[in-house]
């Protein structure tokens, strides 16, 4: 048999086959031109590195390099849609989606100088891009790479175990952080940002890290001052910062979605998209569903001062109000969130931008506080926010709301009412006389509007006459009353004392201030107990105690 002339005719059917697809693939193939430049001068950068990945995922990504005028070409291209990115060292890549026909596409990139992360860049010690070692506080950074390989149920749980972060779990996502110690169940101690936003719920300035509505996908760092950052940040800083950075849409584009579960009924969803809509304008939404089985009491499955059955109510002047008839006091351990988001992102020119993005978060689970635990239930959190950054000027406003929902304390029955709202201003400028001098300078205008119907701060103990007649009203700490002072926070909201009226103990005792003009004038104390107050009141005791011969002097072994 002559297998040469048996398969002769069928190579050369083959060859005319396969010459024919190649004209029409030819012939159907497009290209993608243009050219990489710097938006700072518009020169040409050279040796960029252009990708083309199908949006399809049909085809593997081509990738092409830029001669040295910026110039480059990816051609053999199928028509559809694809997304196009850029990368060049020192510079921020960009990615877009563009749809390409049949004839040649032209798209050019301008991209913005950034710092080559040689090491950790902080934005959060004194609201500019640093290193690290350049920063004006203790920082640590929590990475996007750390984030991305780690699962959490909540921000808190990334920075476990950074230096001087105290992280106390009081439930299955709820947890407590403060810096260098003294950490409390419902601590608000520390300033927490998302973006620059205080992200504290209003009127009872709680860190809940469950209602913040950033998704784990969204998130590029997180950053911790552990040291007083109160310069930048206000007085509600001294305690440290905490600062959620989330991602650009114009840098970390296209479409994440993300599934998990575990023990406690566990399960989470979340997702995340990104797009540019131009060269100018970029966006973002994402999402996230949560549900679980929160931990019981280890001994049983009820406080002892929880009782069976309650009835709900609300304080009134003349007594509790009674709300609905008794019900079965039982809790519910079952965890459920929703929360959104969106972003939108303009640039509106050289070194100008504008952020504009709001998100929701919906919440029911049981919350440990000072009075006991807490029945969360569909507990509403949302802010608004709007940002403008012009070189080294920084302006934003936010909005920060609150509902409680059917929220009530398991021991009482107390409804807790929250519809309150904290509405902020923000103008910030850094000022840089020479490269070894910078001067940052600006103004906070914070308003928190308190509508809880004496349900979270309460009909303080001390009465209102007594707060009237008092001549000066002396306190531990201002930053302390601010918080945790009831006795204070509740006249102060409604306008009958001012904070500007109110002085500290160091200074009453050190002399700077007269507690009384006269006998008659009255001094009222309200003391929250801080600890160096009690260190300096022991010293003192125990320094007279050994003048004067009194007590025994124990010995202090290790």
């Excluded at 040295?68 to 020192?90: A, R």
């Excluded at 807490?374 to 608004?384: F, L, S």
Aim: charged share 20%.
């Amino acid at each position: 048999m002559n297998l040469s002339k048996n398969w002769l005719p069928i190579f050369v059917a083959a060859a005319a086959v396969f010459y024919f697809l190649s004209i029409t693939t030819a012939t159907n193939a497009a290209t993608i031109s243009g050219q990489v430049s710097s938006q700072v001068d518009g020169s040409g950068l050279g040796r960029a590195t252009v990708t083309a990945l199908a949006v399809d995922g049909a085809t593997e990504a081509i990738s092409a390099k830029a001669d040295d005028n910026g110039n480059y070409s990816i051609s053999g291209l199928s028509t559809g849609d694809y997304l196009l990115t850029v990368t060049y060292v020192g510079f921020s890549s960009q990615t877009f989606t563009v749809t390409v026909g049949d004839s040649e596409l032209t798209h050019n990139f301008a991209l913005t100088p950034s710092l080559i992360n040689l090491q950790n860049i902080s934005v959060t010690a004194s609201r500019a891009e640093e290193k690290l070692v350049d920063a004006p506080a203790a920082v640590h950074v929590v990475s996007e790479e750390y984030i991305a390989s780690h699962t959490a149920l909540s921000p808190a749980d990334h920075v476990r175990g950074l230096p001087s972060v105290d992280v106390v779990s009081t439930g299955l996502n709820q947890a407590n952080v403060v810096v260098r110690g003294f950490n409390n169940i419902f601590s608000g101690a520390l300033m927490v940002m998302v973006d620059n936003r205080i992200a504290r719920v209003p009127s009872l300035r709680f860190n809940a890290y469950q209602f913040i509505p950033t998704t784990d996908e969204d998130i590029q760092s997180i950053e911790v001052v552990s040291g007083p950052g109160s310069a930048l940040y206000g007085p509600n800083a001294a305690a440290g910062v905490l600062h959620i950075i989330t991602k650009s849409p114009f840098s970390h584009q296209g479409t994440t979605v993300s599934v998990g579960g575990g023990e406690r009924e566990l399960f989470i969803g979340s997702f995340r998209h990104a797009s540019s809509l131009s060269e100018k304008v970029a966006f973002k939404i994402s999402g996230q569903y949560y549900q679980g089985l929160d931990w019981k009491l280890h001994f049983s499955e009820k406080d002892e001062f929880e009782p069976d059955s309650i009835q709900l109510f609300r304080p009134g002047p003349s007594g509790p109000q009674f709300v609905g008839s008794t019900i079965a006091n039982d809790r519910d351990y079952d965890i459920t969130k929703i929360s959104g988001e969106g972003r939108i992102d303009f640039l509106l020119g050289d070194n100008t931008s504008l952020i504009l993005n709001s998100g929701l978060n919906r919440s029911s689970n049981i919350e440990l506080t000072g009075l006991g635990a807490g029945q969360a239930i569909d507990w509403t959190y949302w802010y608004g926010q709007a940002r403008l950054r012009y070189k080294d000027l920084f302006v934003q406003t936010f909005v920060n709301a609150s509902d409680a929902g059917d929220t009530y304390l398991l021991r009482t029955g107390q409804l807790i009412v929250d519809r309150s709202k904290l509405l902020a201003g923000q103008i910030q400028h850094r000022y840089k006389p020479s490269d070894r001098m910078s001067l940052t300078y600006g103004l906070d205008l914070l308003f928190t509007r308190p509508e809880t119907d004496s349900t979270i701060n309460g009909r303080q103990e001390v009465d209102d006459n007594v707060i009237r007649k008092a001549n000066s009203i002396v306190v531990d700490s201002i930053e302390d009353a601010q918080v945790e002072a009831g006795d204070l926070l509740y006249p102060i909201e409604r306008g009958r004392v001012r904070w500007s009226q109110i002085r500290e103990l160091g200074d009453l005792v050190v002399g700077h201030i007269k507690s009384r003009n006269s006998a008659d004038d009255i001094t009222l104390f309200e003391s929250q107990g801080i600890a160096v107050s009690d260190v300096a009141a022991a010293a003192y005791v125990y320094k007279k105690a050994k003048e004067q011969g009194i007590g025994t002097e124990l010995p202090m072994t290790p």
